[in-house]
T-cell receptor, first 111, second 114 residues
Framework: ETGVTQTPRHLVMGMTNKKSLKCEQH?????MYWYKQSAKKPLELMFV???????ENNSVPSRFSPECPNSSHLFLHLHTLQPEDSALYLC??????????FGEGSRLTVL | AQSVTQLGSHVSVSEGALVLLRCNYS??????LFWYVQYPNQGLQLLLK??????LVKGINGFEAEFKKSETSFHLTKPSAHMSDAAEYFC????????????FGSGTQLTVLP
């Protein structure tokens, strides 16, 4: 495996479900990111983990919960989502805030 | 504060024609500027970046962009479009150069016609 890998690539869930998105980076980077990409909107930075410190966008609802157990793995836990949360969720990594390397994304549909 | 505006959410060009994708920025200090490309069903990939070393920046796949301070612009160009250039292109700005402070534009979908 190389680069940034995201699983699952597609996820359909109901509003009462609990699911998780997983991201793994094989680049030896020390920072990982979650972005939300909605149609016709700018990419929205949700969370950053850098050297085990978490930085978050205060506008992100609490129904999104990140977890970063080590520098190579990043999770996004999802619970009681709303239909407007349907989007492409992109994971990225970088070394010390440098160039971002993105995964292919997880396409989430909330019914 | 920083922001970017991409003029035109959709641009169509014929194969072999000039590609011009527009980006204007707003920044209180000289910014770092970036162009990313997203091919269908893929994540974003860095095309090029401006870091004040030279106003004309060359990137991958024959793309280049010119920083014009007087116009607060960083337009992306390619002399001759190829079918494989069809993708969505994002302009982004960062005051510090750090990825943690990147602000993205809304994107421009490029269609290349045969």
């Amino acid at each position: 495996e190389t680069g940034v890998t995201q699983t699952p690539r597609h996820l359909v869930m109901g509003m009462t479900n609990k699911k998780s998105l997983k991201c793994e980076q094989h680049l030896g980077h020390n920072a990982m990111y979650w972005y939300k990409q909605s149609a016709k909107k700018p990419l929205e930075l949700m969370f950053v983990y850098s050297l085990e410190e978490r930085v978050e966008n205060n506008s992100v609802p609490s129904r999104f919960s990140p977890e970063c157990p080590n520098s190579s793995h990043l999770f996004l836990h999802l619970h009681t989502l709303q239909p407007e949360d349907s989007a492409l969720y992109l994971c990225a990594s970088s070394q010390s805030g440098g160039e971002l390397f993105f995964g292919e994304g997880s396409r989430l549909t909330v019914l | 504060a920083q922001s970017v505006t991409q003029l035109g959410s959709h641009v169509s060009v014929s194969e072999g024609a000039l590609v011009l994708l527009r980006c204007n920025y707003s920044s209180s200090v000289p910014p770092y500027l970036f162009w990313y490309v997203q091919y269908p069903n893929q994540g974003l990939q860095l095309l090029l970046k401006y870091t004040s070393a030279a106003t004309l920046v060359k990137g991958i796949n024959g793309f280049e962009a010119e920083f014009k301070k007087s116009e607060t612009s960083f337009h992306l160009t390619k002399p001759s479009a190829h079918m494989s250039d069809a993708a969505e292109y994002f302009c982004a700005v960062s005051l510090s150069g750090s990825a943690r402070q990147l602000t993205f534009g809304s994107g421009t979908q490029l269609t290349v016609l045969p």
